[in-house]
């Protein structure tokens, strides 16, 4: 079992910067794939990042392709989203999940999610 805490969301202005963290509990937290999604008003959740149990392999959306990065620190059960030159269009609840698989492909290959954090850009 694995219990997610995000962290870090905010109001940040067109342009502007933000780093989302997720802590993880449990010890076996480097055996888990890692994923960022992300869900605004009326739309679906969408797949924003994913990085493997060793940080060494990362994917993102072709949305937020070069401008944000995920990273891991499996010493300290922590996994996070480096957002910049963020766009009114990445408003949205920020959600991170942990996977099983080594390579999952979408949002039902997640077997823990946490709660959320609000990420507003205004214009």
């Known amino acids: 079992q694995v219990q997610l805490v995000e962290s870090g969301g905010g109001l940040v202005q067109a342009g502007g910067s933000l780093r989302l963290s997720c802590a993880a509990s449990?010890?076996?937290?480097?055996?888990?794939?890692m994923g960022w999604f992300r869900q605004a008003p009326g739309k679906e959740r969408e797949f924003v990042a994913r990085?493997?149990?060793?940080?060494?392999?990362?994917n993102y959306a072709d949305s937020v392709k070069g401008r944000f990065a995920i990273s891991r620190d499996n010493a300290r059960n922590t996994v996070y989203l480096q957002m910049n030159s963020l766009k009114p269009e990445d408003t949205a609840v920020y959600y991170c999940?942990?996977?099983?698989?080594?390579?999952?492909?979408?949002?039902?290959?997640?077997?823990?999610w946490g709660q959320g954090t609000q990420v507003t850009v205004s214009s």
């Open positions: 999940a942990a996977s099983v698989l080594l390579t999952p492909t979408g949002r039902n290959d997640y077997n823990y």
């Open positions: 449990g010890r076996t937290f480097s055996s888990y794939a």
């Open positions: 990085i493997d149990w060793s940080g060494r392999v990362t």
